[in-house]
């Protein structure tokens, strides 16, 4: 999952952008209400953790706007100790959620995790293709009820497949939304997680799920995949 944090504090920013990627999301950053809205208005993030005191554009401003030009992507506003006016306008602009500083890091995952499960119709509490599962809040995978360890980076890529099973996705697609918009390292990352999922998510179960496109990308079977007596070797998949 992909997050945009808007702050002109460049040390909570920097703080908020590691910790955040340690738990396995994709994270841009932003010091400006200006050049936020732009990234917002041409990103589709999964959530925006937003300042109010803001150069350029405050986030009242920032969280109308948006909302103005029906882009509902969730936004949990940061606001002042005690502002409880701060609170009931970021609610009246359109922000979904508020957290006041100073807060809790383990707090504020919670609440983007929360914002991200909120829209049941786009975000099913649980997302699954036949017999695998994937339960955000938990943090738990599991196929024909077996459970599945994953890795915070792969655990972000099976989640992506699945809000997305039966599209087809890029490799710029993939880089973008589970590791950063800004990522530098070699694109063949991405082959390196398929065949990490492979290994753990169809592998033990004779079953082919995650299909590569060739020359387009990749995508995850709607119905769970194909249960095979023995697998080929995956890379010709």
Known sequence: M?????????T???????GLVA???AVDTCLNG???IELARSTPYDCI???IMLPGLNGFKFTSMLRAEEIWTPILMLTAKDGELDEA???DTGADDFLKKPFSFTVLVARIRALLRRNVESRPP???AGDLS?????HSVSRGGQSIELTTREFSFLELLLRNKGKVLNKREIIEHVWDYDFEGDSNIVEVYIGYLRKKIDTPFNVRSIKTVRGVGYLLEEDGGTRTAVLEDSATA
Request: a negative charge; zero cysteines.
């Open 12 to 18: 909570l920013v920097d703080t908020l952008k590691r």
């Open 89 to 91: 306008e970021a609610l």
């Open 134 to 138: 994937l339960d955000p809040s938990s």
């Open 23 to 25: 738990e396995g999301f």
């Open 2 to 10: 992909r997050i945009l944090v808007v702050d002109d504090e460049e």
């Open 34 to 36: 200006l050049d936020g």
């Open 126 to 128: 649980v997302l699954a």
């Open 49 to 51: 953790v937003l300042d």
